[in-house]
Nanobody, 131 residues
Framework: QLQLVESGGGLVQPGGSLRLSCVAS????????VAWFRQAPGKEREGVSC????????YYSNSVRGRFTISRDKAKNTVYLQMNLLKPEDSGVYYC????????????????????????WGQGTQVTVST
């Protein structure tokens, strides 16, 4: 059964950077697209980025586009989320999830509840942006 393990979270000052990693036991055809979500206390889980399994197309929420970069190392079964110019509102538990395709957008429309499409999740890693 596919397992996902996130790492790389921590405490960083505003304007700083972190790189999160999501290591998979294996990426199969049914779980080749990987998304990153985050969840702050009392808030709904929010999709921030996804990389497709078919052609490594990438997708970002408006709140992180231009600051975050998602990438994949197939040899290492790892998907990364490089986070730059971090803001306090980026704080939360970051999770990776895998499915057959990315669900972050329907056409040009961001899907607020795309997390409901994913069944396989990692345990999460805490990111805190604060002085």
């Amino acid at each position: 059964q596919l397992q996902l393990v996130e790492s790389g979270g921590g405490l960083v000052q505003p304007g700083g950077s972190l790189r999160l990693s999501c290591v998979a036991s294996e990426f199969t055809k049914d779980h080749s697209a990987v998304a990153w979500f985050r969840q702050a206390p009392g808030k709904e889980r929010e999709g921030v980025s996804c990389i497709s399994g078919a052609d490594d197309s990438t997708y970002y929420s408006n709140s992180v586009r231009g600051r975050f970069t998602i990438s994949r190392d197939k040899a290492k079964n790892t998907v990364y989320l490089q986070m730059n110019l971090l803001k306090p509102e980026d704080s939360g538990v970051y999770y990776c999830a895998a499915d057959r395709s990315c669900h972050l957008y329907a056409g040009d429309s961001y899907r607020r509840r795309s997390h409901l499409e994913y069944e396989v999740w990692g345990q999460g890693t805490q990111v805190t942006v604060s002085t």
